[in-house]
């Protein structure tokens, strides 16, 4: 064979090897089946939520704190315990204020003593008038009789009126009296009052959640001992985004799942929609009531909230993995005997795991997703099953 016949031989070779990669490649592209995953398409309840995470909060909290300045003595209760209405909770060293109080009671005592001693005084005046009066009377009659000397009958009428300023005097002391007798009784209740204020006790039924303070401290009016919270309404302070708000409204149901127990769900039920939107997050805060807690919680620790706005007992759903959107236009690929089969989708309700197939497939087909994210399906290629 010559190097020419030899050449062309070589170059046929390359030419028949180039077209069976080609026949190779789609062979692979075209038919060689694609490994996939299916789902049957079933019928069951659908509940379309929204989901927002925040954390435990009490209603109704109060922190503990003196009225006045003090040295604590005593603290009754201690982080965990749970206290009663009026129950005393912190006691404040009294010493100094006691004494005050004993004082107020003595002026107090003095105050009322007066008050008797400048009533008798005042009977006392009241009977000198008197006398006074008819002494004055009989004068004027004896002066008719010219029987009464004109200095007698000036004298009568000097001690009639020295009387009568004696009565006036009299009932302005009694008046004055009173007026301190009420004096010495508000300070006596101002100082009862402070001694009252050593004590501080529980505004209402609840749990002691924090205790900033121990016995020998000095506290001060707006200096915390003691934070208190009803247990009677705990909710969830949760952020949800803005755009969910016309979807939201008081009293729907929701679940409740801890970050402390993520396998298990507790129930509650929308309390209040807030009024104001995160400008930076764009997100608002709706409070959840729950109605039931774990063993162990504690205020302010995360917890998500799913809150149903919408249930449908019977309908078509698949899982939206499965959806393949084309042209903004949502379908599916179906398993159609070995072959990959596409059908447009008309959807409903839809979830984060579930959405509402209102048209396009019915429940019992197939539908199919490829195991190899770069795979791509297309109608009449050849599928495989696992």
């Not at 004696?166 to 010495?184: I, M």
């Not at 121990?214 to 506290?219: E, F, L, R, S």
């Not at 208190?228 to 149901?253: C, F, G």
């Not at 497939?361 to 099953?385: F, M, N």
Request: charged share 25%.
């Amino acid at each position: 064979m010559s190097n020419s016949d030899r050449r062309w031989a070589w170059r046929g070779v390359k030419a028949v090897a180039v077209v069976a990669a080609i026949s190779v490649a789609v062979y692979w592209v075209r038919f060689l089946p694609i490994q996939v995953r299916q789902q049957q398409v079933a019928r069951g309840e659908l509940r379309a939520e929204v989901m927002g995470t925040g954390t435990l909060e009490a209603r109704v909290k109060a922190s503990m704190s003196p009225k006045i300045s003090g040295r604590v003595r005593a603290i009754a209760v201690d982080q965990g315990d749970a206290v009663s209405s009026g129950q005393v909770l912190v006691t404040l060293d009294d010493d100094e204020l006691q004494q005050q109080v004993e004082i107020a009671q003595a002026n107090l005592e003095t105050a009322q003593a007066a008050i008797d001693r400048l009533k008798s005084d005042e009977v006392r005046a009241a009977a000198t008038l008197t006398a006074a009066k008819s002494e004055h009377q009989r004068n004027e009659k004896l002066r008719a009789g010219n029987t009464i000397s004109q200095s007698d009958i000036d004298k009568s009428v000097e001690a009639l009126a020295v009387a009568e300023a004696g009565v006036a005097r009299a009932k302005f002391a009694v008046v004055e009296g009173r007026k301190q007798l009420v004096a010495a009784e508000k300070t006596m209740q101002y100082h009862q009052a402070r001694l009252a204020d050593t004590q501080i006790t529980a505004p209402f039924d609840g749990l002691i959640v924090r205790r900033q303070r121990d016995a020998g401290d000095v506290a001060v009016p707006g200096s915390p001992i003691l934070t208190l919270i009803s247990t009677a309404e705990l909710w969830i302070s949760a952020w949800i985004d803005e755009t969910e708000m016309s979807r939201l409204k008081v009293d729907q149901p929701a679940r409740v799942v801890f970050r402390s127990e993520p396998d298990r769900e507790f129930t509650g039920k929308v309390y209040r929609l807030g009024r104001e939107a995160d400008r930076e997050t764009r997100e608002f805060v709706v409070d959840v009531r729950i109605l039931e807690l774990p063993a162990n919680w504690a205020v302010g620790q995360r917890a998500d909230v799913f809150i149903e706005t919408e249930r449908k007992p019977e309908v078509t759903v698949l899982p939206p993995g499965f959806v393949v959107w084309r042209d903004n236009e949502p379908g599916v690929f179906l398993n159609a005997n070995g072959s990959a089969e596409w059908r447009p989708l008309v959807l409903g309700l839809r979830r984060h795991d579930m959405v509402e197939v209102v048209r396009g497939v019915e429940p019992g087909e197939l539908v199919i997703l490829p195991l190899d994210g770069k795979a791509t399906l297309r109608t009449g290629g050849r599928i495989h099953s696992r």
